[in-house]
């Protein structure tokens, strides 16, 4: 059976390198996860520095994932695919072997055939490129390495598996038992403590990468799903593929109860299913726990043709994918810096300055923070206002933003989507060679958008607050800034006494572990977490204010953010105790009882009262700020504060984000790093 199986492994390798190549040529791979690995490998090739501007740290901040380093010679994304159906299926191989030890030929077969039929096998290898989803094949050699007395083979396979991610070492530390059943006591005792030794080499390297903060990924865990429903469906998705023969092999099941339980317990609902690549580490112990089960009871040979056509079923949209006509891709300079959609990403991932739009105008699934981790669900994430927008792609100097035309807009909401879109097309900075595909005019140095001051003013104007790069500061004038935590997006209460803010933050207030961003009262001297309360990863805080009646507002937004009864998209901020809309015709209309809107007029917007046009022309204006009896009149005009009192009107020079105090006297707003804060009347 020995030629046959390779001819089965041969033919798994064709059709799935194929398969892989087609969903890559159709743009079903992406930055996430492919681009990622693909320009890592490719910094080490080229003797970079290793950092990804993908992900916004450095890959052994991401992931423990050595091995890349040998992969270097691969850094294709088509070598990668190809190369990642080799290792997978090679696995057969060990497992045939494994399996002929206590098995006859024919249903060692069988168990080998099995395996290159598992419905997680196939969503792992078509699920882009990943470092953990290789430990497949490493693993199973292992154990055939452990099993045949080949401690060279056994040891190589385990240290490459180490590097392959740093949750590994624990699969590799839970194998010393069964080294220790196998009667191979001096391998158990290394196999211990070359797991242990990985497990501690992973987190001191991951550490160090992060600054010396733990990683990102340890926020899966701080509010654990605890529905037990779904740890049985779980459980059940693992089993049933091999007809429950792993249970009677149960002893060899040890080094995947940690990966099992950590699945179950993350708020992360993807890690619960067999569609990603988080079965790698486990279906090699379930295969050489099957084998147990194959001593007592042969499944009929039918049952193979029975699990292949569920496999179709399962993929059979992944299979239409790559049987569409694949698009033609716009070819761009290698040196060129690039923001783009996941998508198309894939395939522009060979340069040091790729980002995933919309990094780095509004930085999503970025760097070691906990919200990233919610932001990769898609649940997140606040589009800036237009003339924020627009100073950030100002300032920041990309040469091509890349955008796929097509329904996935992952990571934004449609809606987002659909705004960014409208605010590039009517850009003088950006022209759109190809529809989706944006070029600089006038080429500009890469820089990474400063973090915008947002300034606020109670009532009277005696309190300020803003945020910098810091976090947020409340002053009362003539005394010294007070530091109230990290955050941005402050909003002050009409008496001053009180601040909302937004905070990533978990430290700020005891029991905060919903892993999302959150709105926080100050007041008095403490901090109170408001919320917005829901699922762990489900529910983000994008603004607080207060309301008429002076009390605090939260929005908070789960997978729409748009609340009921509204059209268009709300992005904030409060102002009067609600959020403001921006419509499909360029509304930013606020929901409050303000008088004051703007409308896109031809490719600018411009100030109304009511129905009555406050400005015309060529140049933008926005961020206006009312006072309360509506004679003052602040807003930005081409990047200038403007002040207007019935008919007269005031130049104050360059600025944004304007603020009056709600009597008018009292004028606050932000020029680069600074605040200007100043009497009116």
């Given at each position: 059976m020995a030629r046959p199986l390779i001819g089965c492994m041969l033919v798994y390798w064709l059709i799935f390198s194929g398969w892989s190549l087609a969903l890559h040529r159709n743009l079903d791979t992406g930055i996430f996860d492919l681009g990622i690995h693909c320009q890592a490998m490719w910094l080490f090739a080229q003797g970079l520095p290793d950092f990804l501007t993908t992900r916004g740290m450095p890959s052994l901040a991401d992931h423990f994932t050595p091995v890349l380093f040998l992969l270097a010679p691969l850094a294709r994304p088509e070598l990668a695919l190809i190369f990642q159906s080799?290792?997978?299926?090679?696995?057969?191989?060990?497992?045939?072997?494994?399996?002929?030890?206590?098995?006859?030929?024919?249903?060692?077969?069988?168990?080998?055939?099995?395996?290159?039929?598992?419905?997680?096998?196939?969503?792992?290898?078509?699920?882009?490129?990943?470092?953990?989803?290789?430990?497949?094949?490493?693993?199973?050699?292992?154990?055939?390495?452990?099993?045949?007395?080949?401690?060279?083979?056994?040891?190589?396979?385990?240290?490459?598996?180490?590097?392959?991610?740093?949750?590994?070492?624990?699969?590799?530390?839970?194998?010393?038992?069964?080294?220790?059943?196998?009667?191979?006591?001096?391998?158990?005792?290394?196999?211990?403590?070359?797991?242990?030794?990985?497990?501690?080499?992973?987190?001191?390297?991951?550490?160090?990468?992060?600054?010396?903060?733990?990683?990102?990924?340890?926020?899966?865990?701080?509010?654990?799903?605890?529905?037990?429903?779904?740890?049985?469906f779980y459980c059940l998705l693992l089993l049933l593929p091999l007809l429950f023969l792993p249970l009677a092999g149960w002893p060899r099941l040890l080094p995947v109860l940690p990966v099992v339980v950590a699945n179950c317990l993350s708020w992360r609902d993807g890690q619960r299913g067999l569609d990603h690549h988080y079965l790698s580490s486990i279906l090699p112990f379930l295969m050489w726990a099957a084998v147990a089960g194959l001593r007592r009871w042969r499944p009929p040979a039918w049952s193979l043709g029975l699990l292949l056509v569920a496999n179709l079923l399962m993929h059979r949209w992944l299979l239409l994918t790559a049987l569409r006509p694949h698009p033609e891709l716009v070819e761009l300079p290698a040196g060129a810096s690039v923001s783009a959609d996941n998508a198309p990403g894939a395939h522009l991932c060979l340069r040091r300055s790729l980002f995933l739009f919309p990094n780095p105008l509004q930085p999503l699934c970025w760097g070691n923070r906990t919200e990233a981790m919610v932001e990769t669900i898609g649940?997140?994430?606040?589009?800036?206002?237009?003339?924020?927008?627009?100073?950030?792609?100002?300032?920041?100097?990309?040469?091509?933003?890349?955008?796929?035309?097509?329904?996935?807009?992952?990571?934004?909401?449609?809606?987002?989507?659909?705004?960014?879109?409208?605010?590039?097309?009517?850009?003088?900075?950006?022209?759109?060679?190809?529809?989706?595909?944006?070029?600089?005019?006038?080429?500009?140095?890469?820089?990474?958008?400063?973090?915008?001051?947002?300034?606020?003013?109670?009532?009277?104007?005696?309190?300020?607050?803003?945020?910098?790069?810091?976090?947020?500061?409340?002053?009362?004038?003539?005394?010294?800034?007070?530091?109230?935590?990290?955050?941005?997006?402050?909003?002050?209460?009409?008496?001053?006494?009180?601040?909302?803010?937004?905070?990533?933050?978990?430290?700020?207030?005891?029991?905060?572990?919903?892993?999302s961003a959150d709105c926080f009262l100050w007041e008095a001297g403490r901090l109170t977490r408001l919320g917005p309360d829901g699922p762990p990863g489900r529910v983000s805080a994008y603004w607080g204010g207060f309301g008429p009646d002076g009390q605090p507002v939260v929005l908070g937004y789960g997978p729409e953010r748009q609340p009921a009864g509204a059209t268009g998209l709300w992005i904030g901020p409060v102002r009067d105790g609600a959020g403001t809309v921006i419509g499909a015709d360029g509304w930013l209309q606020p929901k409050g009882v303000s008088r004051i809107s703007c409308r896109r007029m031809g490719r600018h917007y411009q100030l109304l009262e009511g129905q009555r046009a406050l400005t015309a022309g060529d140049i933008d204006s926005l961020e206006p700020s009312l006072s309360r009896d509506g004679q003052w009149l602040a807003y930005n005009r081409g990047g200038r504060v403007l002040l207007r009192h019935g008919d007269r009107q005031w130049d104050l020079g360059p600025g944004y984000n304007p603020c009056l105090s709600g009597d008018g006297g009292w004028l606050v707003f932000a020029r680069g790093a600074q605040v200007i804060w100043r009497r009116v009347r």
């Open positions: 080799v290792v997978l299926a090679s696995a057969a191989w060990p497992l045939y072997r494994l399996a002929r030890l206590e098995l006859e030929e024919k249903p060692a077969f069988g168990l080998a055939l099995a395996y290159l039929l598992q419905p997680g096998l196939w969503s792992a290898n078509l699920f882009d490129f990943h470092a953990s989803t290789l430990a497949l094949g490493t693993l199973s050699w292992a154990l055939w390495g452990l099993h045949s007395g080949r401690p060279g083979l056994y040891f190589v396979s385990l240290i490459l598996t180490l590097g392959e991610g740093e949750a590994l070492g624990i699969s590799v530390l839970l194998l010393a038992p069964e080294a220790w059943r196998a009667g191979r006591r001096r391998t158990a005792l290394a196999t211990f403590c070359l797991g242990a030794a990985g497990m501690l080499v992973a987190g001191l390297v991951m550490r160090a990468a992060n600054g010396g903060q733990g990683s990102q990924y340890q926020s899966l865990f701080a509010q654990p799903n605890l529905n037990v429903s779904s740890w049985l649940q997140a994430g606040q589009p800036p206002l237009p003339g924020s927008l627009h100073r950030r792609l100002e300032e920041c100097g990309l040469d091509y933003i890349v955008l796929s035309l097509a329904q996935d807009t992952w990571p934004l909401r449609p809606l987002d989507k659909a705004y960014w879109l409208s605010e590039l097309r009517r850009s003088e900075l950006y022209r759109e060679i190809s529809p989706g595909v944006f070029q600089r005019v006038v080429k500009a140095p890469l820089r990474m958008p400063s973090l915008e001051i947002v300034p606020r003013l109670s009532g009277d104007g005696e309190v300020l607050v803003y945020a910098n790069e810091l976090g947020v500061w409340r002053q009362v004038m003539g005394q010294p800034a007070r530091f109230l935590g990290a955050g941005h997006s402050p909003e002050v209460s009409d008496d001053g006494e009180r601040v909302i803010f937004v905070s990533e933050a978990q430290n700020l207030v005891a029991g905060d572990r919903n892993c």
